[in-house]
């Protein structure tokens, strides 16, 4: 399983685990909706979701340049009551603690993760983009890396459809060629990971590597 976490321009990991532990999370507001454990890692990058401890397989990720609130749950107080949610711009996650100094801890460590963020994207023009590489079914690409740059990945490609997370593209591209591409045109590899996710034409989730890039300055045109 691919699973390498990288180092910034700035000099600050962003792999050092912040809290983890496991809550009962479900994806979306909606009550009819099941909750499911999970064993939740927070960095300083993203919220990661496991099916259970050790497991490498990613269940959910969240970035925390994506996450805009974090508030109490009120609708979940009868079964869950130390629920509280975490929204971002697709969907919101109703996670629940063990206890109410649980939940306190993490919605602290949360919003410290968040601010921490957006502090060090605004004071370095930090960009962020994100390539997902499903295994011979096309790439999917979120975020502005430069006409040039998604000239050449895109260059094979013959069909393009563009979604909420990205525009996807049916041309198949090794790992390795994408990261080399993109550090030719100075953006650094923050994240690449193993996992599986429904297909952007497909509603079956499909194994897929998901690669996270930065890049400090504007990108090239």
Partial sequence: RLLFLFQRNSGRMINGIVLNGYLDVRSGESTSKDFRKRFVVLDQNCIKMYKKEGEKDIAGMVFAEDIGTLQDNSEEVAKYPYAFNVTTNMKTYVMNAPTQAKREEWKAKIKAVVDSYNEESQSLDVKYATIECFLEKG????GDIGSILMAQLT????????????????CNLPVSSVMTQLAEHGWMSVSVFHTRIPHPLDVVPLPCDVLVFSHHGAPDV
């Fill in 139 to 142: 790439i999917r690409i979120s």
């Fill in 155 to 170: 260059a094979k490609a013959t069909q393009r459809h563009d979604g909420p997370k990205g525009c996807f593209y049916d």
